[in-house]
C-alpha cells in the first residue's frame, strides 16, 4: 500500500485538481466521491492509478462507460503484471480462506470456482467451499437479485464457474463478501 501512496502522492502533489462527481451531497459518512483530476490531464487520478496498477478498481462506479474504462485499466495492469500485480497474492484464492481472513476489513479481490448456491432466508450464499463455517463464500441479498439476473448473472447461473468477487472482507464464520451491485463479479473463461 505504501507504494500506492507514492504514486498518489507523485500524481497530485503540487499540482492543482478538479473534482468530478456526479453529486455535491455528502453520503451519510459525509463523503463525497468524486474523480480527481490533476491540471493538464484528460485521466482520472483514478484511471492512471489503475492503469499503473496501483490500485483496485470499485465496483461502486454507476455511469457504465466510466466503470468501464476503470476496470479495463485494470485489467490492462493485470496482464502487465504491473504494480500490485508484480505479486500472485493481489488476487486472493477462494480454497484459502486463511489468506482472504488476514484481509479482514480490507477491500479485496477473490478467484474461485462457485461449488453450490445456497438460500438462506432472505440471503443467497455463492459458497466456494463445502464447509460454510470455514470456507469463503459471497453472499447476494435477495432484494438485489432481480439486478443480478438482469445482467445475466444470476446466482444459480453461477453455480460451478470460476468467478473473479472484489469488496470488503468481513467474517460469519468463514470469511464472506458482500455482493451489492453487479461489477462486483466477474465471471472467468474456464473451469
Request: charged share 25%; hydrophobic share 40%; with cysteine.
Amino acid at each position: 500500500m505504501a507504494s500506492g501512496r507514492m504514486a498518489l502522492a507523485a500524481l497530485v502533489s503540487g499540482r492543482h485538481v478538479t473534482l468530478h462527481g456526479e453529486d455535491d451531497a455528502p453520503d451519510r459518512y459525509g463523503r463525497q466521491p468524486a474523480f480527481v483530476f490533476a491540471d493538464g490531464s484528460e485521466t482520472s487520478v483514478q484511471g492512471e492509478m489503475l492503469r499503473r496498477g496501483e490500485a483496485l478498481a470499485s465496483a461502486e462506479v454507476t455511469d457504465k462507460d466510466c466503470a468501464a474504462a476503470l476496470a479495463a485499466a485494470e485489467a490492462a495492469a493485470r496482464q502487465a503484471k504491473l504494480g500490485i500485480w508484480t505479486h500472485p497474492s493481489a488476487i486472493k484464492n477462494a480454497e484459502s480462506p486463511g489468506d482472504i481472513l488476514a484481509g479482514m476489513g480490507q477491500f479485496t479481490v477473490v478467484e474461485g470456482r462457485v461449488l453450490s448456491v445456497r438460500q438462506a432466508g432472505a440471503v443467497t450464499y455463492l459458497n466456494f467451499g463445502r464447509n460454510w463455517t470455514r470456507d469463503f463464500a459471497a453472499t447476494i441479498s435477495g432484494r438485489i437479485i432481480p439486478a443480478f439476473e438482469t445482467a445475466g448473472l444470476g446466482p444459480k447461473s453461477l453455480e460451478n464457474k470460476r468467478i473473479r468477487v472484489r469488496g470488503f472482507v468481513w467474517s460469519r464464520g468463514g470469511p464472506r463478501i458482500e455482493l451489492l451491485r453487479v461489477g462486483q463479479i466477474e465471471v472467468l473463461g474456464g473451469k
